[in-house]
């Protein structure tokens, strides 16, 4: 096969790497059987999925119109016709038998031609349904965890309210001896009702993320149902990230680019010999009879042979080639631009999640700050040291951090999702044995 570079530069290496080995089905390193199990169905029930699944049936059917073309065209004839009154006429019956067939001679390769770019396409078809099924893994596995961080959320917000709440009942408690001021209150119950508000709003995206997951699955929202783990599994170690090389022939969207590349270069060269002579032979065979019992007492048969050279179409097949050679150069340096961009989320996604570690760090040591803080001010509060606007500010903050936190690490997760996309190769949805495509998969 016609090996075609991209016009861009191949780095010798990514920026980082892990140790760990990315299967196929890389959400299977998160050890998650629930999860596991909404891909399976997605698979096997996705609408946007399946639709794409008939796109690679129809250019499965279009291949195979292709190859008929190699074949001659074979076909049958009958005619009959009765004359009355039959003296008056030659004879009282006209009936005609006969059988044809057409052949192309493929003298310089036109028609095997057409048949390969054929054979690219039906390829880049098969890559674009791969392509869609691992976009469909990222957003369910982005979906889910999302569900998880959002039940955390929940129960963080739960607590919160519940904390206030004491809080308030507690300084109600001092307001009468002067020690808290009327509008201390008032700013404890905002508190209060801020932490009502993220509920709300927690509790809503839990309901919008599950009807989500039940339209990736093929499921109606209302008949849709899952369990929900009490927290996200363990992050696995970082992936081994390759040789940019081995990102090119992996990735199934650069497949796709790839293959409909040779598809036009193909077109191309079926294109150029369309200005060399072509040859069709053709053989017919018929049977006649004036009489219904004699007409097949004998055949007449006529080979026949047919050679068409173009001399002067004023240039109309030169421009068609240079038409096909414009196609190929523009899937060329989309080609190219695809690659590139595959490079840079590769490393995008290196350098995020290197970088929400350190973010997850920081979080960490200012949460515990602010639980110290907010520790020491409220002894100095009941002793008299401080005003309750200081307490009533370290608690806010802490409970902001406290879901700033959560968010920060959901974003770590769906860093690493991207990281198994843009490194994965394709994968066996359970569909791919159907096809008659030559997968390497």
Known sequence: MKVIEAPVGKPES?????????????????????????MDSAFANNMNLTSIWYQLKEAEAIRKTQSTFLLPDIEANAQTAISRPKPDFAGGENTQLGLSADYEVDLWGRIRTDLSAEDFRLQATYYDYQAAAMTLSAEIAIVWFQLLTTKKQLKLATQQIETNQKIITLIRARFGGGQIKGVDILRQRQLLEEAKDQYIIYETNLNVLRNQLAVFTGVSPQDFTTELRD?????????????????????????????????????????????????????SMQARSNEYRQLFSGWAYTLGANLLAPILYWGRLRAEVDRTEAVKMQQLYQYGQTVLTAFQEVENAL???????????????????????????????????????????????QQQLQRDWLETQQELYEIRIDLYRTLAGGFNTGRENEANTDSPN
């Open 14 to 38: 990514f920026s980082s790497t892990g140790y760990a080995v990315m299967p196929d089905k890389w959400w299977t390193t998160f050890r998650d059987e629930q999860l596991n199990i909404l």
């Open 231 to 283: 927290s996200l599994p363990d992050l696995p170690d970082l992936p081994v990230t390759g040789l940019p090389l081995e990102l090119i022939r992996r990735r199934p969207d650069l497949q796709r680019e790839y293959n409909l590349l040779l598809a036009a270069d193909r077109d191309m060269a079926a294109v150029v010999r369309n200005k060399f002579p072509r040859l069709s032979l053709n053989l």
């Open 351 to 397: 350098i995020r999640e290197e970088n929400q570690f350190k973010r997850l760090d920081v979080l960490e040591n200012r949460l515990s700050m602010a639980e110290k803080v907010n520790k020491q001010l409220h002894i100095e509060f009941l002793n008299g040291f401080t005003e309750y606007l200081d307490v009533l500010l370290a608690l806010e903050q």
